[in-house]
């Protein structure tokens, strides 16, 4: 004869997390005097409910500075944190943001965005007066600071933001040190931005008939 402390386990198992696949089998086992065991099987579906539009991820890329590849020999690139107001997370969240005249200053060991343009949203409190060209800190480790440091103080490059973007609920600004093209530096990048868009045209053309 089986203990009742034996039965109530066989009765309430331990709940089990589902499998990836979203469903989870549980048996019990119940015994009955002078009726050998029988095994009762019961599955229930785990299905979590779909995310609302509200509640969905944002786009991950915020914006992207598209003249830094056209005026700029790219070097070192960097990953950024920003230090941002309540009403500029949102109005990034819903892509109000330009970086076209944006650039990177180093100053008393700090690194500053210049120039990014975060247009309010018409929903913003009335009680807060936001700046759209407000400077924003950067947040860097201090070895990277003082490798931007060096290459533009003693090395005359710049360091310039190519996007912002989100990273695990977080936005990130991408920098990178920089040296600026010349005139037929800048027609060959011309040249081959050309070719690359034909070079698409003519693909789409094919893939169409």
């Not at 109530?8 to 198992?13: A, G, V």
């Not at 969240?93 to 944006?102: E, F, I, P, T, W």
């Not at 409190?125 to 103080?153: F, N």
Request: proline letters at 6%.
């Amino acid at each position: 004869m089986h203990s009742r402390r034996g039965a109530r386990e066989r009765l309430h198992p331990a709940r089990r997390q589902p499998p990836p696949g979203g469903r989870i089998v549980r048996q019990h086992d119940f015994s009955c005097h002078g009726h050998g065991k029988a095994r009762v099987t019961a599955t229930s579906a785990y299905n979590p409910p779909p995310m609302s539009k509200s509640k969905q991820a944002p786009p991950a890329t915020i914006a992207v500075n598209r003249k830094a590849r056209h005026e700029y020999h790219l070097g070192e690139i960097f990953e950024a944190g920003l230090v941002l107001e309540g009403w500029e997370v949102k109005a990034m969240r819903a892509g109000k943001c330009n970086l076209s005249d944006a650039y990177v200053t180093v100053k008393d060991g700090e690194v500053f965005l210049f120039g990014c343009q975060i247009q309010p949203l018409q929903t913003a409190s009335t009680h807060i007066h936001p700046d759209p060209l407000r400077t924003r800190k950067l947040l860097l480790h201090e070895r990277e600071i003082s490798r931007i440091l060096g290459a533009v103080t003693r090395e005359g490059e710049t360091c310039i933001p190519l996007k912002l973007y989100w990273s695990h609920g977080l936005a990130k600004c991408e920098i990178a040190l920089a040296t600026g093209k010349k005139l037929h530096d800048k027609r060959e990048s011309e040249k081959e931005r050309d070719w690359n868009r034909e070079k698409q045209r003519v693909m789409r053309t094919r893939n169409k008939g």
